[in-house]
């Protein structure tokens, strides 16, 4: 960007969308690895604590699924780790690539009562083997 002297992408276009697929494709099988420093340890505290703070009105924490549960069943889904890798994705659901951005919009949304049960179920078909 300040190379080229372009203007930014937009947040969630398509053209943003498929430069991030293109650099996630080249990133595959490579470790999570974020440096914690001065500057980002903020930024990682808060985000830890934001995963285990309960919220909502289920009063659920992220990690209550994604730590505690993850592998069971919840409404036909498997509950995932919640990694943030593999993004930007098509899903069925959006008809579309969509970004982590996206992914997020649609957890937090999740907190909102549905006609989905608000615990995991235990007809795990567990995939921690
Ligand atoms: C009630 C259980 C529950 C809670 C609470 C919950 N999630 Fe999830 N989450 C799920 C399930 C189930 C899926 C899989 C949904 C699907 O694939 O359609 C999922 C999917 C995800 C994914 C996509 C993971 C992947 O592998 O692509 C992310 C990221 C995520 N959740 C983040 C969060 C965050 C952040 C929070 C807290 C703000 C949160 N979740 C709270 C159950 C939960």
Known sequence: MD????????YESKELLAL???????SRGLPIEPK?????????DSGREAFHRRQGQLNLSCSQCHDDNWGKKLAGSVIPQAHPTGYPIYRLEWQNLGS??????TAS???APRSRS????SSST???T
């Open 3 to 10: 190379h080229q002297k372009a203007p930014p992408l937009p």
């Open 20 to 26: 991030s697929a293109y650099v996630a494709r080249q």
């Open 36 to 44: 914690i420093e001065a500057r980002t340890k903020p930024f990682l």
């Open 100 to 105: 982590l951005g996206g992914a997020c919009a």
């Open 109 to 111: 949304s999740g907190f």
């Open 118 to 121: 608000s615990a995991p179920t």
């Open 126 to 128: 567990s995939s921690s």
